[in-house]
């Protein structure tokens, strides 16, 4: 133990005045045993048991019993089937334009001195701080039939534009709202990469291109994988997306919402079917990704940074054109739907006019309480999160054991999992007594806990990980009791991971509504079921004032979240 470490103890406040006594009064039972079981329960109860109901309900009716009807309806009809493959085929496409377009962005970002760079950041966060479905709306009104776009290039040039609608609507919207996801998942592993390691590959003649699919790409390999399977699983459970943009082309998650919530009824048994379905299918991807990264398990030691070069002549002026564009087009649809909440609307016919009406439409449609509602349950979400995954990331790297994994790994499980299945399972097993929560904001805010804690959890037990036992060990020799020593000591060493996972669950968070579409009501409704509703009911104008909203709640969070890590660029879970 070094002598600083203990002075500086010491001045904090802790003596050494209970020394040998700490042992001696052992207790017979470890306080982190308790929390973990705790914790454990508390899995078993909100995410366990509505597993096990979705999975009764879809093998068990009361009119036949135990049966395999509901699979034996999927999979007797293409239209159901085929559900399948638009899910995997537009999810693979979104996964391999994302790599394509974020990996050069980071790698343009992270070794070079690009100008405005912070600038690029933020509008990076702000592409992913928004639903899908916004974006979706927003290129409709853009490049749709009768989109801003599509009219001025045939009263220009007298050309039709293409269908912007199914595989192709989809794609193009998942792709530049994922995409930052990449990039900001890669700003971290390349930073991590040893500087001596490029010299070296630079005196053996590998260099530019080559050097960057061989050695790069190579040494962050665990993390583009890691990055591949979020936007994978991201784009593979967004329902809003192609409930919008996707006309006949549809998915899964658009499948279950009408088996769950179609217009000819509620169909339990066949939606909690499906959903089944999609759990088995998304674990085997996961699986799939897990086995790829064990064939990349290695270490990095960073001891020599990166050292940012400028960017000069022809490559530096494409580096900045190609981050920018790619920025730009990114952006333009969050930029064109603030435009368009201040113009009127002659019923889905926007005017030339420019006034506060669709705010005052909106204030009528429940505005003000969607606003307060998001706040409030994004916040109270996060601290359910923040709370949980500090926990768990102490459990599985100071009191390592078989109830502690057992806790973290059944915390992941929801990251597999689209929203739809979890809005259900929960509706499903807390729809009657003795837990009655449908219909109020606690099964919200436990819905989004949920789901979202993975990112939470993963970013604080991989800075966890990196924090000496020194500290604590010298805290509680001086006299502090193990729960003081990890409020004081330990906590505030993993600040950086539990703000940069947390800002990631925010995000998605803010932005969810896979899951809570199924969960809400006017009490409880929120920005983002506010504004899927009005592009449903075809009050263009109106949701365009409920997503204004939203983004301008997303930045001011974005704000909080920069002035808390003081500017800090690096993000990685």
Known sequence: MAVSTKRLLTAVGWKNTRGG?????????????????????????????????????????????????????????SYYTKTIGNSFKVSGAVMLICLVLGIPFSYFFTFYELKGRRFLFIMALLCTMSAPFIGAYSWI????????????????????????????????VQALKLFPLVMIY???????????????????GCSGVKRFFKIVMGLTMPTILAAALIVFMRAFADFGTPAIIGEGYKTFPVLIYYSFLGDAGSDYNF????????????????????????????????????????????????????????????????????????????????????????????VRKLLP?????????????????IIVAVLIAYLVVRRSSALSHTVD????????????????????????????LTGTMAIMVISMAIRRMPYTSRSATATMMQIPMSTEEAAISLGAGKLKTFIIITIPQMASGIISGAILSFVSIVTEVSSTIFLFNNRTITLTIGTYQAISLGSYGTASAFATVTTLVTIVCLVVYLICTRGSERMSV
């Open 409 to 436: 790994t059944i915390s992941m499980l929801p990251y597999i999992m689209p929203g739809a299945v979890i809005g259900i399972s929960l509706i499903i097993s807390f729809n009657n007594k003795p837990f009655v």
């Open 369 to 385: 309480r969607a606003t307060k509602n998001s706040i409030v349950i994004s916040f109270l979400a996060l601290a359910v999160i």
């Open 271 to 362: 939606a909690s079917a499906v959903s089944v379905l999609a759990i088995v299918l998304t674990g085997v991807i996961f699986l799939l990704q897990k086995l790829a990264t064990s064939y990349f398990k290695f270490t990095i030691n960073s001891l020599h940074p990166i050292q940012k070069k400028k960017p000069t002549g022809i490559s530096g002026l494409l580096m900045h054109l190609y981050c920018y564009i790619l920025i730009a087009i990114a952006i333009l649809p969050q930029i064109y739907i603030i435009v368009d909440s201040f113009r009127d609307y002659k019923g889905q016919v926007p005017q030339s006019t420019y006034s506060m009406s669709n705010y005052r439409n909106a």
């Open 141 to 172: 009104m853009l490049l749709g039939r009768n989109g801003v776009i599509t009219q001025f290039v045939k009263r220009a040039v007298g050309i039709k534009m293409g269908n912007i609608y199914g595989f192709n609507g989809i794609l193009l």
């Open 21 to 77: 006594d700490n042992m001696r009064s052992r207790k017979k039972y470890d306080m982190w045993n308790w929390i973990a079981v705790a914790l454990l329960l508390l899995f078993l109860l909100f995410f366990i048991y509505p597993c096990v109901r979705l999975m009764w309900e879809a093998f068990y009716t009361q009119k036949d019993g135990f049966t395999i009807k509901a699979f034996v309806k999927f999979f007797s009809k």
């Open 186 to 204: 890669m700003n971290g592993a390349f930073q991590d990469i040893d500087n001596s390691l490029m010299e070296a590959s630079a005196n053996l």
